[in-house]
């Protein structure tokens, strides 16, 4: 017997302090990321649960969306961002004018080259990829929101489409973006497909 799982990714709004590296810098939102977030939310959402990373910017407008809806909230510490070690809270034109070649060489290929001191990407993806199965374990058969990051949602949309990880970078996530994954769940065999990405409900 199959059944179907459905997911929406919403990645966060824009937070305070513009366009930086956060990883694990626990920025709020800012009033326009909120408005982006408010904007990005269906008029009448389908969610029947909603799972979110435990970082400010994306679990404030969660535990916020969650009451308004009275839907389950549930946070999963693997679902945060890559951690950015050294590059942590600074601008793309900043790490570039100082350190332009790494910088260059993590955008290229994120498999093989790390910030200075940040995590792994192996580590990163085992660490997201744990997180989504148990959302997919805790949501089966229903149809859940995750509000989490853009690498976080690039890992599980690379995973769904067979995207080399190498080629992270090359799937746009931009800010309150939304995308759909369905999974058909049956007894030998999960079979994942993406349904829309950076539409709306």
């Known amino acids: ?20 590296l956060r990883g694990w810098r626990d920025d709020l939102l800012s009033p326009r990321g909120l408005a982006q977030l408010r904007a990005a939310v ?42 950015f070690g050294a590059w942590e809270g600074r601008s793309p034109a900043d790490l570039l004018a100082s350190d332009r070649e790494a910088v260059l060489r993590f ?3 994120p498999a093989a080259y790390a910030p200075p001191g940040g995590e792994v990407l192996r580590d990163f993806v085992a660490r997201v990829r744990a997180g989504w199965q148990r959302l997919l374990t805790q949501a089966q058969g229903r149809h859940w929101l995750l509000v989490a990051h853009g690498g976080v949602i690039r890992v599980i949309l690379a995973d769904v489409l067979g995207v080399p990880l190498n080629n992270l970078f090359r799937i746009d996530v931009p800010y309150a973006s939304l995308s759909r994954i369905e999974v058909l769940h049956q007894p030998d065999v999960e079979f994942p497909r993406l349904i829309f990405h950076n539409g709306r409900a």
């Not at 059944?3 to 930086?20: A, C, K, V, W």
């Open 1 to 20: 017997m199959s059944e179907l799982t459905r997911i929406d990714l919403l990645r966060h709004g824009e937070p305070e302090g513009g366009q930086l």
């Open 107 to 109: 955008w290229s290929d």
């Open 42 to 83: 269906p008029a009448k959402p389908p969610w029947q649960g909603i799972m979110t990373s435990p970082l400010r910017r994306c679990a404030a407008f969660a535990e916020t969306l969650a009451g308004e809806l009275a839907l389950p909230l549930a946070d999963d510490a693997d679902l945060r961002e890559a951690h």
